[in-house]
Structures are given as structure tokens and as C-alpha cells.
């Protein structure tokens, strides 16, 4: 679920001003509206029943995604919709806009390895970033272009690692979007392939032991039904010798032995130690150790349980450095050796704060990020746990980065905000100093805009953070087309990031507004808890006052307020749109949870029960889900908000099918006006590797239909 955050927040809202001709294209469009005729889907008499109550289930059969039923429906729903949008005049304009903004030059953060610094770069309108690498000042050359994995570049390069001494390299290989990957092992120095590629790895890194081998995880494929949709239930931990076929690969940790639902491993910088983190949802997990310099040792047990979120930051020698959310929910930095992991033998190094904490560790460093209402804050401490440095942050925003070798004088960091584009800096680990690195060359003049933050009471009073950002000088006479984003889950926490769609809408003098809402992460465990299981209105709750806030101070008002989000965001729209349809001019769900009953029975959503709870938990749990479900909030008679519902038929994390049957639903029961469409994207998945291409397609095919149903024109 995590990954969807950062690509969906990239795609987020594009809003002209309203102008001369808005009542022109008020008149066309409802003359649109009345006119729409749905694609018929069929219902099936197909019910489940829950401690004695009986839900119908008519648009089950949607969730196989290899009947050629639902292969057709598909069709013939992207049909109506692209019909509906070719139509909207500006469509082709707010596009070719969004292109110029995306035609700049983007670089990564370098990286090093092996003598060589690596990094991305993308010349401005290229699907794929390519990954380059550069020697001692020597012309960069190209190191893998993923633009040539596939003709439709939607084949994505989804992570690399590099052995220790940087001469070998494994990379994993998405197709379509696809959680699913291969991986391919390469010598860095000729890149020529060595062995054969493995198939079928999900949900996994790479960790290189010396150069014989690597660790990575995956799951049995499901032996039955749609590989896309089936359910993945048992995380294994392998180890893949260099030489030898997959099959003969290594059971680590895993399997019928140690059931678990999510199992990574990571190695020590000096490869001492190997690290098993291993869990049974998207919170909390168990740690484990095996010291590799003694033959045949034994995996030992650090954390024995699943209650707090634990990780192994960094060793010296036998000492182990330990970020732990154990006794300190917004998390701290414990030392204990080796010999003895155990939390009783735990030393507390850096404490708690009221701030949550991010750490890292670079050139012998401990890098303490910490997010203070929704923003970075960055402190520097050496191994002892003393303070060194404060790093001086250019303005208010997210600061990324700060992590690598132990030897390194130096190290990169990204700063970002709302106005702020995406900027590298380079930072001398001794000094304390910053200084800048790599500008990017968007179009975009950060001195006309500025983002203000906000707090608003919720329902039950709760204090709630929201930023909101705007073209200076702008007049609250509640006729600004606004944006409303959110997420509000699994410990996620939404900070400030640039964002090339926001600046259309910036441009046009809209606003765009970030709640924080309760269930992410942004004020540590006991804020993510308060959105959970039975708790899960506040979310709701969190956002439909962030509305009424925006509408009372006049920022907006009903007919020129938009809701966004995607995957848990998708779920939050969803519910709210079902809660409180009369607030809302524009909903746009994307990838999102709509069936809260079955959610459990798809791909690793199972997993998800720690946030969401099930509908087999209790009698109780089932009917807090069936009342906000949003395939199943939706009432007749109710006049709902135009609504693009949007997916991807590779999408294997949240499967299409939620968006399949919440469409159809909204289809069905919709009584006013507004349009309900769905976009379902071909050959893609829940977000990341998509190319530039469909990306631009996509956010300008949103927000020229949110645009068009506000009733204003693009200028």
C-alpha cells in the first residue's frame, strides 16, 4: 500500500480558474450529463452471510479478471468514458501543458558503488529514467535503459543492488506495473548476465552476501485462479547461490515452519550479520539476527513479537544500533550487543521526542529525521548518541536522503515542499554544511505561491494539520476550484512534496490542500492507531471537516470542491463521497479499497487486517465495515458527485476489481446529473514503473473531467 502514496500524490489535481465562458460550459456540459448512457452490467443473485445478516454480492463475477465477461466490460466502460472526455475542449490543452511542465531534466540522488557513482536521469519526457554511471570526473555513461526492456516502455526497472565491492549487480525487472518480479544477475564492469533469471519474486530487496549470492523473499504463485488476484498468503526467505538454478535456492525463514505474511532481510554494511524482519501485517514485526563470521550459526531471536515496529539501524562490531518503537511510540535509538539482543538487555541512546523518527546512517553517523507536524526536522549524532549538527533546511518541507557508506565524507539529500521543487543537495558530514547540488529546471516561479499550515478540530475536537497552498494574493470569496488530498492510513505519513500537476492548478489560481489525517503516521503509533479497525470513522471524520473548513473559510464552496486519493485514499473518497455526497462538487478515487467485506481474499490484502479489521473477526467488526464499505454505502435515490474512478488492469496489490464493482454500483444508484465513469488503464498497475506518457494521460484526462463538471474553462 505504501508505495501508491508518493506516486499518487505526484498526480494529484489540475484546476483552470473559472472564466467568461463558464456558464457556456456549464449549459454544454449538463447537456452531456442527461445524455449518457451506462454500459449494462449484468447482476448476478450472488450473497454471503455475515453473523446472520445477508449482503448481496450481484457484481462478484467482475472479480475474475480473466472471463472474457469482464475483459468486455472493461471495454465497453473505457468506450463510454473516453467518448465522455474526448468531448471536453480543453482536454488536449491542460495536456500539452502538463507536458511542458514534465519536459525538464531529473536526476536522482547519486549513489556509490564500487569506484563508479550511480544515478538516475531522465531528459525530461522519457518513460523510464535511465541509470547512469560516472568514474572520477569522466564522461557519464549509460548504465541500464529501462526504455528498452519493452516497446511500450511499460516494462520498469523496479530496484538494483550491488554486491559489496560493486562488481556484481542484481535488478528486478516489473511488467505492467505488476507487483511480480524478475531478477536479473549481471557483472557490473561488462554487464553481461550470469545464470539464468529468477522469476516469480514479490514484495522483496535484494542483500548480497560477499559474491556469492544474494537473499531475497517471494511467495508461492497462487496454484489456482488469476496470478494478478489470487491470494499470497506465506512471505519465504531464500538464498539464491550464484551458479546454481532457482529451484535449488536456499529456504532461510518462511514457509509452513514460520508462517509469516511479510519477511525482508538486509545485511550489515560489514556482512557480518544478516537481519530478518519478519511480520503478519503492515505493522509491527518481529527481528531476528544471524551472525554469518560464525559457520552454521543459529538465526537468534531479538524481538519476539509483533507489537511495535523494530528495525537494525547500523553495527560497530558486535554493537547493534536499534530503531524501536518498543516503549517509546514515536520511536528511539537502543545499543545492545550482539551476544545478547534481547530488549531487557536494550540501552537507550537517543530518546523519544514528541517528534516521530526516521533514522539513518551515514559516514559513521547517526541521522535522526524527524517529522514535527507533518514536516522534516534533521539532527546529527555520533555514535555515542551525541548531538552534532542541526541541518539547516532551506524552508519548511520533506527532506529525504541522508543515509549511506561508513566511510563517507559526504552525503546526498533531496529537500522539497508544495512551491518547492525537488532539489539535491550535497552535505559535508564534518562541517554540518549544505549546499546545493542538482537544481532542477522546471518551469515554475516559487516566489508567486506560497503553502500555509493550518490546524482544524475534527468531530470529537481532535487538533488536525493541513497544508494548504495557493498563488499569493488570492481572494476567499469561495469561488476557487480546490482540491482536497488525503490518505489517512498504515502509519503513512503525507508531507510536502512538488508536484508538476499541482502547478496547473496553482497556475490557474486554484488551491490544493493536504489533510493529515489520524491513521497516517505523521504523530507517531498512538495517531496511526486512533484511524484503525473501529476507529476508522475519525479518518472520515478527519476529512469531511478539513472540507467544511476549506468551505467555511471561504477558500471554496460545495460546487468548486474536489476530493482525491488513491489506494487506503481511494477507500477514504469512497466513504466520504457515501457520507456526505452534498459536500462534494468532484470525487476522484483511484485504486481504491471499495470492498471492505472481501478486501482479505485478494493478492496480500490480508494484511491489511491490522489497519482495516475483517469481516470475519466478530459480528461487531462486520457491521463497522458494511456501514462504511463503500460498494456498499451506496444508496438509491442519492444524487452523487461526478465521479472517475480510476485503475489499472495489472493491478495485483488492490485488484481492480474494487473499482470494478464500486463503479458499477454508483452507476446503478446514482439519481442526479453528474457522470460516473471509470478509466481503467491497460497494462498497468497501482502506480509505480508507470511510463511519463500514461502518467500525463491520466492526470490530464482527471482533472479536464473535474474541471469540466465544475462547470469552468481552461485559460
Same mark, same amino acid.
Given at each position: 500500500m505504501?508505495?501508491?502514496?508518493?506516486?499518487?500524490?505526484?498526480?494529484?489535481?489540475?484546476?483552470?480558474a473559472?472564466a467568461n465562458?463558464?456558464t457556456?460550459a456549464k449549459?454544454?456540459?449538463?447537456?452531456q450529463?442527461?445524455s449518457?448512457?451506462?454500459p449494462?452490467?449484468?447482476q448476478?443473485?450472488?450473497s454471503?452471510?455475515?453473523?446472520?445478516?445477508?449482503?448481496?454480492?450481484?457484481?462478484?463475477?467482475?472479480?475474475?479478471?480473466r472471463?472474457?465477461?469482464?475483459?468486455g466490460?472493461?471495454v465497453?466502460q473505457?468506450?463510454?468514458?473516453?467518448n465522455?472526455?474526448?468531448?471536453?475542449p480543453?482536454?488536449?490543452?491542460?495536456?500539452?501543458?502538463?507536458t511542458?511542465?514534465m519536459n525538464y531534466?531529473?536526476f536522482?540522488q547519486?549513489?556509490?558503488?564500487?569506484?563508479?557513482?550511480?544515478f538516475?536521469r531522465n531528459s525530461g519526457l522519457?518513460?523510464?529514467?535511465?541509470? %547512469?554511471r560516472?568514474?572520477?570526473?569522466a564522461e557519464a555513461?549509460?548504465?541500464?535503459?529501462?526504455?528498452t526492456?519493452?516497446?511500450d516502455?511499460t516494462?520498469?526497472?523496479?530496484?538494483?543492488?550491488?554486491?559489496?565491492?560493486g562488481?556484481l549487480?542484481?535488478?528486478q525487472l516489473?511488467?505492467?506495473?505488476?507487483?511480480?518480479?524478475n531478477?536479473?544477475v549481471?557483472?557490473?564492469a561488462?554487464?553481461?548476465?550470469?545464470g539464468d533469471?529468477?522469476?516469480?519474486?514479490? +514484495?522483496?530487496?535484494i542483500?548480497?552476501?560477499g559474491?556469492?549470492g544474494?537473499?531475497y523473499?517471494?511467495?508461492?504463485?497462487? =496454484?489456482?485462479?488469476?496470478?494478478l488476484?489470487?491470494?499470497?498468503?506465506?512471505?519465504k526467505?531464500?538464498?539464491?547461490?550464484l551458479g546454481?538454478a532457482?529451484?535449488?535456492?536456499?529456504?532461510?525463514?518462511?514457509?509452513?515452519?514460520?508462517?509469516?505474511?511479510?519477511?525482508?532481510?538486509g545485511?550489515t554494511?560489514?556482512e557480518?550479520?544478516?537481519?530478518?524482519?519478519?511480520a503478519?501485517s503492515t505493522?509491527?514485526n518481529?527481528?531476528y539476527?544471524?551472525?554469518l563470521?560464525?559457520p552454521?550459526s543459529?538465526?537468534v531471536t531479538?524481538v519476539d513479537?509483533?507489537?511495535?515496529?523494530n528495525?537494525?539501524v547500523t553495527?560497530v562490531g558486535?554493537?547493534?544500533?536499534?530503531?524501536?518503537?518498543?516503549?517509546?511510540r514515536n520511536?528511539?535509538?537502543?545499543?545492545?550487543?550482539?551476544a545478547?539482543?534481547?530488549?531487557?538487555?536494550?540501552?537507550e541512546?537517543?530518546?523519544e521526542?514528541?517528534?516521530v523518527?526516521?533514522?539513518s546512517?551515514?559516514?559513521g553517523?547517526? +541521522?535522526?529525521?524527524?517529522?514535527?507536524?507533518a514536516?522534516s526536522?534533521v539532527q546529527? %549524532?555520533?555514535?555515542?548518541g551525541k548531538?552534532e549538527h542541526?541541518?539547516q533546511l532551506?524552508?519548511?518541507?520533506t527532506?529525504?536522503?541522508?543515509?549511506?557508506k561508513k566511510?563517507d565524507?559526504?552525503?546526498f539529500?533531496?529537500?522539497?515542499s508544495?512551491? %518547492?521543487?525537488?532539489?539535491i543537495?550535497?552535505?559535508?558530514i564534518? $562541517?554540518?554544511?549544505?549546499e546545493?547540488y542538482?537544481?532542477?529546471?522546471?518551469?515554475?516561479d516559487p516566489?508567486l505561491y506560497e503553502?500555509?499550515?493550518?490546524?482544524?478540530k475534527?468531530?470529537?475536537?481532535t487538533k @488536525? #494539520?493541513m497544508?494548504i497552498?495557493?498563488?499569493?494574493?488570492?481572494?476567499?470569496?469561495?469561488?476557487n476550484?480546490?482540491?482536497?488530498?488525503?490518505y489517512g492510513?498504515?502509519?503513512?505519513?503525507?508531507?510536502?512534496a512538488f508536484?508538476?500537476?499541482?502547478?496547473v492548478?496553482?497556475?490557474?489560481?486554484?488551491?490544493?490542500?493536504?489533510?493529515?489525517?489520524?491513521?497516517?503516521?505523521?504523530?507517531g503509533?498512538?495517531?496511526?492507531?486512533a484511524?484503525t479497525?473501529?476507529k476508522k470513522?475519525?479518518v472520515?471524520?478527519d476529512?469531511? $471537516?478539513?472540507?467544511e473548513?476549506l468551505?467555511?473559510?471561504?477558500?471554496?464552496?460545495k460546487?468548486?470542491?474536489a476530493?482525491?486519493?488513491g489506494?487506503?485514499g481511494?477507500?477514504?473518497?469512497?466513504a466520504?463521497m =457515501?457520507?456526505? #455526497?452534498?459536500?462534494f462538487?468532484?470525487?476522484?478515487?483511484a485504486v481504491?479499497v471499495m470492498d471492505m467485506?472481501r478486501?482479505?481474499k485478494f493478492t496480500?490484502g490480508?494484511?491489511w487486517a491490522?489497519?482495516y479489521g475483517?469481516?470475519?473477526?466478530?459480528?461487531?467488526?462486520?457491521?463497522?465495515l458494511?456501514?462504511?464499505?463503500?460498494v456498499?454505502?451506496?444508496k438509491?435515490g442519492?444524487?452523487y458527485?461526478a465521479?472517475?474512478?480510476?485503475?489499472?488492469?495489472?493491478d495485483d496489490?488492490?485488484?481492480p476489481?474494487?473499482?470494478?464493482?464500486?463503479a458499477?454500483?454508483?452507476?446503478?444508484?446514482q439519481?442526479?446529473?453528474?457522470?460516473?465513469l471509470?478509466?481503467i488503464?491497460?497494462?498497468a498497475?497501482?502506480?509505480?514503473?508507470? #511510463?511519463t506518457?500514461k502518467? @500525463?494521460?491520466e492526470v490530464?484526462?482527471?482533472w479536464? +473531467?473535474?474541471?469540466?463538471?465544475m462547470g469552468?474553462?481552461?485559460q
Amino acid at each position: 500500500m505504501k508505495a501508491i502514496v508518493k506516486i499518487l500524490t505526484l498526480f494529484t489535481s489540475l484546476l483552470p480558474a473559472f472564466a467568461n465562458a463558464q456558464t457556456n460550459a456549464k449549459q454544454a456540459n449538463t447537456q452531456q450529463k442527461e445524455s449518457m448512457t451506462y454500459p449494462a452490467t449484468k447482476q448476478e443473485n450472488i450473497s454471503d452471510n455475515y453473523f446472520g445478516t445477508t449482503v448481496n454480492d450481484p457484481y462478484r463475477w467482475l472479480e475474475d479478471d480473466r472471463s472474457e465477461a469482464t475483459k468486455g466490460w472493461v471495454v465497453a466502460q473505457n468506450t463510454v468514458t473516453q467518448n465522455y472526455l474526448s468531448q471536453i475542449p480543453f482536454r488536449k490543452a491542460i495536456k500539452e501543458r502538463l507536458t511542458r511542465l514534465m519536459n525538464y531534466e531529473k536526476f536522482s540522488q547519486p549513489f556509490k558503488e564500487g569506484g563508479y557513482t550511480y544515478f538516475y536521469r531522465n531528459s525530461g519526457l522519457q518513460n523510464q529514467s535511465l541509470l %547512469y554511471r560516472q568514474k572520477d570526473g569522466a564522461e557519464a555513461e549509460v548504465f541500464l535503459d529501462p526504455n528498452t526492456f519493452s516497446k511500450d516502455a511499460t516494462t520498469s526497472l523496479a530496484d538494483i543492488s550491488f554486491s559489496k565491492d560493486g562488481s556484481l549487480v542484481a535488478y528486478q525487472l516489473s511488467t505492467g506495473g505488476s507487483d511480480w518480479t524478475n531478477v536479473v544477475v549481471m557483472k557490473a564492469a561488462d554487464k553481461s548476465i550470469i545464470g539464468d533469471t529468477l522469476t516469480d519474486i514479490k +514484495f522483496s530487496g535484494i542483500a548480497w552476501q560477499g559474491n556469492e549470492g544474494f537473499y531475497y523473499s517471494t511467495y508461492d504463485k497462487p =496454484a489456482q485462479g488469476s496470478q494478478l488476484s489470487g491470494k499470497t498468503e506465506h512471505h519465504k526467505l531464500y538464498f539464491h547461490k550464484l551458479g546454481t538454478a532457482q529451484k535449488d535456492d536456499q529456504l532461510i525463514f518462511g514457509g509452513e515452519i514460520t508462517p509469516r505474511r511479510y519477511i525482508g532481510a538486509g545485511l550489515t554494511e560489514d556482512e557480518r550479520y544478516l537481519i530478518i524482519s519478519a511480520a503478519k501485517s503492515t505493522s509491527g514485526n518481529e527481528l531476528y539476527l544471524k551472525d554469518l563470521s560464525v559457520p552454521n550459526s543459529a538465526i537468534v531471536t531479538v524481538v519476539d513479537n509483533f507489537d511495535q515496529n523494530n528495525n537494525i539501524v547500523t553495527n560497530v562490531g558486535s554493537k547493534l544500533y536499534i530503531y524501536t518503537s518498543l516503549n517509546a511510540r514515536n520511536g528511539r535509538i537502543i545499543t545492545v550487543d550482539a551476544a545478547n539482543p534481547k530488549p531487557e538487555n536494550w540501552k537507550e541512546l537517543i530518546k523519544e521526542t514528541e517528534n516521530v523518527l526516521n533514522p539513518s546512517t551515514a559516514g559513521g553517523k547517526l +541521522f535522526a529525521n524527524y517529522i514535527k507536524d507533518a514536516v522534516s526536522m534533521v539532527q546529527q %549524532y555520533d555514535m555515542e548518541g551525541k548531538l552534532e549538527h542541526e541541518i539547516q533546511l532551506p524552508e519548511i518541507g520533506t527532506a529525504i536522503g541522508f543515509s549511506g557508506k561508513k566511510d563517507d565524507k559526504e552525503l546526498f539529500y533531496t529537500f522539497t515542499s508544495y512551491v %518547492y521543487p525537488p532539489t539535491i543537495f550535497k552535505y559535508d558530514i564534518a $562541517a554540518g554544511k549544505s549546499e546545493v547540488y542538482k537544481k532542477p529546471g522546471v518551469d515554475f516561479d516559487p516566489t508567486l505561491y506560497e503553502s500555509k499550515q493550518v490546524f482544524y478540530k475534527s468531530k470529537d475536537g481532535t487538533k @488536525i #494539520p493541513m497544508i494548504i497552498t495557493y498563488k499569493k494574493g488570492l481572494k476567499l470569496n469561495a469561488k476557487n476550484p480546490t482540491v482536497l488530498y488525503g490518505y489517512g492510513g498504515f502509519n503513512i505519513s503525507l508531507t510536502p512534496a512538488f508536484s508538476t500537476s499541482v502547478v496547473v492548478l496553482l497556475e490557474q489560481g486554484g488551491v490544493y490542500a493536504v489533510a493529515n489525517l489520524r491513521g497516517g503516521g505523521e504523530y507517531g503509533e498512538k495517531w496511526h492507531t486512533a484511524g484503525t479497525k473501529m476507529k476508522k470513522q475519525n479518518v472520515f471524520d478527519d476529512f469531511i $471537516a478539513a472540507a467544511e473548513y476549506l468551505v467555511k473559510r471561504k477558500y471554496t464552496s460545495k460546487d468548486y470542491l474536489a476530493i482525491s486519493g488513491g489506494s487506503n485514499g481511494g477507500l477514504l473518497v469512497g466513504a466520504v463521497m =457515501a457520507q456526505r #455526497p452534498e459536500l462534494f462538487k468532484v470525487a476522484m478515487p483511484a485504486v481504491g479499497v471499495m470492498d471492505m467485506l472481501r478486501y482479505h481474499k485478494f493478492t496480500a490484502g490480508a494484511g491489511w487486517a491490522y489497519d482495516y479489521g475483517t469481516s470475519e473477526d466478530s459480528k461487531e467488526m462486520f457491521a463497522y465495515l458494511y456501514k462504511y464499505s463503500p460498494v456498499h454505502a451506496l444508496k438509491s435515490g442519492v444524487a452523487y458527485p461526478a465521479t472517475l474512478v480510476t485503475t489499472a488492469d495489472h493491478d495485483d496489490r488492490v485488484v481492480p476489481a474494487h473499482s470494478f464493482k464500486f463503479a458499477a454500483t454508483l452507476q446503478k444508484q446514482q439519481a442526479g446529473n453528474a457522470p460516473v465513469l471509470i478509466r481503467i488503464e491497460t497494462n498497468a498497475g497501482h502506480g509505480a514503473g508507470k #511510463p511519463t506518457d500514461k502518467a @500525463i494521460e491520466e492526470v490530464a484526462d482527471r482533472w479536464a +473531467f473535474m474541471l469540466y463538471n465544475m462547470g469552468l474553462s481552461y485559460q
